[in-house]
């Protein structure tokens, strides 16, 4: 998982998801912290390839996981082949990369918007049946699965 140096707490909570699905899978998690300033994750991700064996990655957001994406290619790794990336928010950055990245869309404007009506309930005093709210979520752009990923993948399965 590509983070964030800066601890925000939406990453915090994507992070705990990651740990979880590690977890789970009997995989050992790996966070990668660095700035989401592209200059410097230049320099953190062109020394990342000369020790690690990563074959997926996925950044908190969009910048990170393409920044991540165009270093691993400069260091020779072909993606997706060897190596699926994905980000959160479906951003322009997502369709601009070559090739395009997979990201999880999150309905951000929908979340402002169901937020404040629910503030707006809260302030006015009137019944809530429920302040938590899941909104749908995609994946868009899916990338195949690498080898190693799908070999993990079978090797688990019952």
């Given at each position: 998982m590509l983070s964030t140096a800066r601890r925000y707490s939406v990453n915090d909570k994507k992070?705990?998801?990651?740990?979880k699905a590690m977890a789970e899978a009997n995989l050992e998690p790996m966070i990668f912290r660095t700035s989401g300033d592209t200059h410097i994750n230049r320099q953190h991700f062109s020394t990342f390839f000369k020790d690690?064996?990563?074959d997926a990655a996925i950044g908190v957001r969009d910048s990170i996981a393409v920044s991540f994406m165009n270093i691993?290619?400069?260091?020779g790794r072909s993606v997706p082949e060897n190596l699926a990336v994905a980000g959160f928010q479906n951003t322009k950055y997502a369709l601009l990369s070559r090739p395009n990245l997979t990201s999880i869309d999150i309905p951000v404007y929908?979340?402002?918007?169901v937020s404040m009506r629910l503030l707006t309930k809260l302030m006015n005093q009137n019944?809530?049946?429920?302040?938590r709210i899941v909104l749908p979520h995609y994946i868009v752009r899916d990338s195949p699965p690498t080898e190693s990923t799908h070999d993990a993948k079978s090797s688990s399965d019952p």
């Open positions: 992070e705990a998801g990651y740990l690690k064996k990563v691993a290619r400069d260091n929908d979340i402002g918007a019944d809530v049946d429920n302040i």
